[in-house]
């Protein structure tokens, strides 16, 4: 009698491990479908917060508007709703600085694809930044913010919101210091003394010289943050396409 065969169960094959999947290299025409389809999510990306960059300008310009219509349309506002909107203004400017700083990220990958990639196919160099894609990849893998808020900040006051502070200052000036502009019934005219202008500046319980200080304080700041900070260097020098 034949002794009857043990059936051995069948050996299960090994688990693929995760970096088995990505061992293999993509071939030129996979590689540049992947290279598109990023570069076109990257655009759409930085599109997106552009447009949100734009919305903040948008909400700070009709901030301003109002707020010039409501203090010098009638005697009766208050110069304060101006320093109101001086405080506004910097609100806007602090959230724009944050989302520049989302689309600054964006940018400058979409950057690395054209001064990397299309240049060197519209106009091949020489071993130029070979490594960009190892360095894309790093940016991927640990994502971080590439200028900080103070330059942000700097950049986006340099670029708009000094315009807007000026228009604002200008505007409390001729409230303080044009009698119609405070009181119903009188004529149009400039007040008679700098000290006459300092004592229509109070607000509240605070005196006219302070708020007079105050006011110059703040603007002396965006003054220096504005034209005595550092230029940016590069693609976002003077002169250069930026934004």
Do not use: C
């Given at each position: 009698?034949?002794?009857?065969?043990?059936?051995?169960?069948?050996?299960?094959?090994p688990a693929p491990r995760v970096?088995?999947?990505f061992?293999?290299?993509?071939?030129?025409?996979e590689?540049?479908?992947t290279l598109s389809?990023?570069h076109?999510?990257e655009?759409?990306?930085?599109?997106g917060w552009?447009?949100?960059i734009?919305?903040?300008?948008n909400?700070a310009?009709t901030?301003?508007?109002a707020?010039?219509?409501?203090s010098?349309?009638?005697?009766?506002?208050?110069?304060?709703v101006?320093?109101?909107?001086m405080l506004l203004?910097?609100?806007?400017l602090w959230?724009?600085?944050?989302?520049y700083?989302?689309?600054d990220?964006y940018?400058?990958?979409v950057?690395?694809?054209?001064r990397?990639?299309?240049?060197q196919?519209f106009?091949?160099?020489?071993?130029f930044?070979s490594n960009w894609l190892?360095?894309?990849?790093?940016?991927?893998?640990a994502?971080?913010?590439l200028i900080?808020?103070?330059?942000?900040l700097?950049?986006?006051?340099?670029?708009n919101y000094?315009f807007?502070?000026m228009i604002l200052?200008?505007a409390w000036v001729l409230k303080?210091?044009?009698p119609?502009?405070?009181?119903?019934?009188?004529?149009?005219?400039?007040?008679g003394?700098m000290r006459?202008?300092?004592?229509?500046a109070?607000l509240g319980?605070l005196?006219?010289?302070v708020v007079?200080?105050?006011?110059?304080?703040?603007?002396?700041?965006?003054?220096?943050a504005?034209?005595?900070a550092?230029d940016d260097e590069?693609?976002?020098?003077?002169?250069?396409?930026?934004?």
């Amino acid at each position: 009698m034949t002794r009857p065969e043990i059936v051995k169960p069948a050996e299960e094959a090994p688990a693929p491990r995760v970096s088995d999947a990505f061992a293999s290299r993509l071939t030129s025409s996979e590689l540049v479908s992947t290279l598109s389809h990023f570069h076109r999510a990257e655009i759409a990306r930085m599109a997106g917060w552009r447009d949100r960059i734009d919305r903040t300008s948008n909400w700070a310009i009709t901030v301003v508007a109002a707020m010039l219509s409501v203090s010098l349309s009638t005697a009766s506002a208050h110069h304060g709703v101006l320093l109101f909107a001086m405080l506004l203004i910097t609100l806007l400017l602090w959230i724009e600085a944050r989302r520049y700083r989302f689309f600054d990220v964006y940018r400058a990958r979409v950057r690395q694809f054209e001064r990397y990639y299309f240049a060197q196919i519209f106009s091949p160099q020489p071993d130029f930044a070979s490594n960009w894609l190892a360095i894309l990849g790093e940016g991927l893998r640990a994502p971080r913010f590439l200028i900080s808020q103070r330059a942000a900040l700097v950049r986006r006051l340099r670029r708009n919101y000094i315009f807007m502070y000026m228009i604002l200052l200008l505007a409390w000036v001729l409230k303080i210091s044009t009698p119609g502009l405070q009181h119903e019934g009188v004529g149009i005219g400039i007040v008679g003394s700098m000290r006459d202008a300092i004592i229509a500046a109070a607000l509240g319980p605070l005196p006219g010289t302070v708020v007079v200080i105050l006011v110059l304080v703040f603007y002396a700041g965006l003054f220096v943050a504005a034209f005595l900070a550092a230029d940016d260097e590069g693609e976002l020098s003077h002169g250069d396409v930026h934004v």
